[in-house]
């Protein structure tokens, strides 16, 4: 054991034994039960350090949000389809008078002089720039410096297991941050990535940058590159293209009024698509769209970066955009979310603020634990953090996520109830469920303390699929040697559906029967804590093909794997849906959830009753009938929702 290990060991057993007292009147507002794997205490922070400290205020009518969500999301609900404009939501949530009056005067009463105390233009967050002298007496802790790993390369700051606030100041407040969170790891060890061309790649050090590659629980998997290509049903236990799609889903599509319809793909610098790849695609599988190019929205410097190349870097946007274009079509234009420069990256919380300026912290503002800064300090992109820049379309689809041991429950909470915004806005916000099972990122799992362990057995759920205001997709598979004719079973090829219970969010009301159904009739035989059985949502939602996508990437053809297969694909087969109630005056979509766990609806799914999505020492779960926490209610079948949604008010 070195002696940095062993200096670390002993300062964590130290502080372990060091619990501080809360003073009269103060109470713990957040607290965490254990580090993030791979981080130690190496020393107190040094109190003239300066922190860019922000408060979260409480926003008011949340514990009302699922009541307002399912008022315009349920098909049942004389309100169906009456979504919110942007300045409901914003007036709705604005945290009041009182709220913004309390948080300030505590500052000031802490010594804080008033004029440096500011508040974002949404309101949401109040910023202050303090030393950690100061951040510890304002919240009672004690701040460290934490290091990952050995080598002493990648440090952040926190407090110590918990932290106070005075009792009616914590009424008000949601989250502080920096506190307790912490930036989380990509896969694989720090400074690990591969040289290209004989550069480092970006960001080795930023986990703000998503993008990464191996970061998080759904990035494609590949089993390398394949000569000869197939385009005939028969074929589709061993290759999917887009016309195994069209079969399998009985989706043929001709867009009514595409220019009032919207579709995005989400991607994260330096994830990048290629555009002589999208002409290869199309040029074998859709020949109209050859010189076709997704509509590009850059947020915080985004752009499709050519600096670093390969399945690493363009497989996951290569993917989502020739699948997600090609079902389409050429009338339907596709979105690209770009976020992110080369150096600083971006985070989901980067994106939300692009897409709400309510959910900005600052001026445009970032959460410095998790999201990316702007301008960059590295020397990316100078311009100010993009706040409320963006339109959001009526579906997106992302292919990527964290384990939600990652995070702090109330950092998930907070971006959790942003989805809700946009559902109540009439927005699909679609996330791939995860490639590793009931495990996390990189198979990890956790331990009976809820630790991540890689020995582990306990299931490690993901976020943001476990937001219960977002649709998690699963994935599915062709069986070998079976044709799109007959029913698949849960993608069991090179991937695993990722799918469970969240140990953060209760179940929401809209799934409540359907999960009930098969904890009741098909109950999974493990000893009590290998899962969280308390009542807590459960994922995926629905689900997709996910097994042997054709996918070019530089040039060659590669055979790959992935719930970020299922998404983009029912992100497009959803957009149909919308484009034809457009059509006809009607709204869109909008938060499925509510709708799709009706009898009815998911008799127009194809239920998936054969696989399952091992992990963590287990078999995982399997795929049922009914609901199942491997393929959600199942696939779709567009001419039966079709048909179902527009019979909708």
């Known amino acids: ?20 007292p809360a003073p009269v009147g103060h109470v713990v507002h957040e607290a965490r039960d254990h580090l993030p794997r791979g981080w130690a205490p190496v020393r107190r922070a040094e109190p003239d350090m300066v922190l860019p400290f922000r408060v979260g205020l409480v926003q008011p009518n949340l514990e009302s949000i699922e ?75 004690e701040y460290y410096v934490y290091q990952f790993g050995e080598d002493g390369s990648r440090t952040h700051v926190a407090c110590h297991e918990k932290y106070h606030l005075p009792d009616h100041v914590s009424k008000h407040v949601e989250i502080v941050s920096p506190t307790l969170h912490f930036d989380t790891t990509p896969n694989g060890p720090a400074g690990s990535w591969q040289k290209l061309g004989g550069r ?45 799609l069209r079969a399998l889903y009985d989706f043929e599509y001709y867009p009514l009024v595409p220019e009032k319809n919207s579709l995005a793909i989400i ?11 999208l002409d290869l695609f199309f040029s074998n599988f859709s020949p109209s769209q050859v010189g076709e190019r997704p509509v590009l929205y850059s947020i915080d410097g985004g752009y499709v970066q050519t600096d670093y190349g390969g399945f690493d870097y363009n ?56 999201d990316a800064t702007y301008p960059d300090p590295y020397g990316g992109y100078e311009g100010n953090e993009d706040c409320g820049t963006v339109s959001p379309a009526y579906i997106m689809s992302t292919s ?12 998930e909470q907070r971006q959790c109830a942003e989805y809700a915004k946009l559902g109540l806005m009439g927005i699909t916000v679609l996330f791939s469920s995860g490639d590793n099972g009931v495990s996390g990122n990189g198979g990890v799992c956790l331990d009976a303390d809820g630790q991540e362990d890689y020995d582990g057995n306990v299931f490690a759920p993901g976020f943001p699929v476990d937001c219960p205001y977002v649709t998690a997709v699963g994935a599915t598979q062709v069986n070998p040697n079976a044709t799109v004719f007959e029913p698949e079973s849960a993608c069991e ?53 996910g ?51 009706t009898p009815l609806f998911m008799e127009a799914f194809n239920d998936i009753t054969t696989g399952s999505n091992p992990g963590c020492g287990t078999e995982g779960f399997y795929a049922q009938p009914g609901w199942d926490p491997v393929t959600g209610v199942g696939t779709p079948n567009f001419a039966k929702l079709l048909g179902l949604w527009l019979a909708l008010p």
């Open 267 to 277: 991607e994260y610098t330096p994830q990048a698509y290629v555009a002589s790849d």
């Open 400 to 411: 990527y996520g964290y384990t939600e041991a990652d995070l702090t429950p109330a950092y």
């Open 1 to 20: 054991m070195s002696l940095s290990t062993r200096l670390a060991a002993l300062l964590a057993l130290v502080l372990c034994a060091v619990a501080i």
């Open 200 to 244: 480092d790649s970006p960001s080795t050090e930023s986990s703000h940058a998503i993008g990464q590659p191996g970061f998080g629980i759904s990035f494609p998997k590949t089993k390398g590159t394949v000569q000869s290509i197939f385009d005939q049903l028969e074929n589709c236990d061993e290759q999917i293209v887009p016309n195994c």
């Open 67 to 141: 009541e307002y969500i399912m008022d315009v999301s349920h098909p049942d609900s004389p309100n169906y389809g009456k979504h919110w404009s942007p300045a409901k939501v914003a007036s709705t949530f604005r945290p009041t008078k009182e709220s913004v009056d309390t948080v300030h005067g505590w500052f000031t009463e802490s010594g804080i002089a008033p004029e440096r105390v500011k508040s974002s233009t949404g309101g949401s967050w109040m910023k202050v720039n303090v030393t950690i002298e100061e951040a510890e007496r304002l919240l009672d802790t």
């Open 547 to 597: 097994a042997n996508y054709i996918v070019a990437v530089q040039g060659e053809f590669y055979l790959v794997y992935g719930t970020s297969c299922a998404s983009p694909v029912s992100a497009a087969i959803l957009s149909a849906i919308n484009d034809a109630r457009i059509a006809i005056g009607k709204s869109p979509i909008g938060f499925i959830n509510p709708t799709i766990y």
């Open 493 to 545: 090829q090179v991937i695993y559906s990722g799918g469970g219970f969240s140990n953060v969010f209760p179940m929401p009301s809209y799934q409540a029967s359907a999960v009930e159904h098969y904890l009741t009739n098909y109950p999974p035989a493990y000893p009590s804590g290998t899962y969280n059985v308390s009542g807590s949502r459960a994922y995926p939602d629905i689900a997709a093909n």
């Open 315 to 370: 497989g996951e946007s290569n993917l989502d955009l020739q699948y997600a274009m090609s079902l389409v079509g050429s009338r339907q234009s596709v979105q690209l979310y770009q976020a992110g420069d080369l150096y600083e990256g971006a985070s989901f919380g980067n994106l939300l603020d692009a897409l709400d300026a309510s959910y900005c912290t600052f001026d445009g503002g970032d959460d410095p634990d998790f």
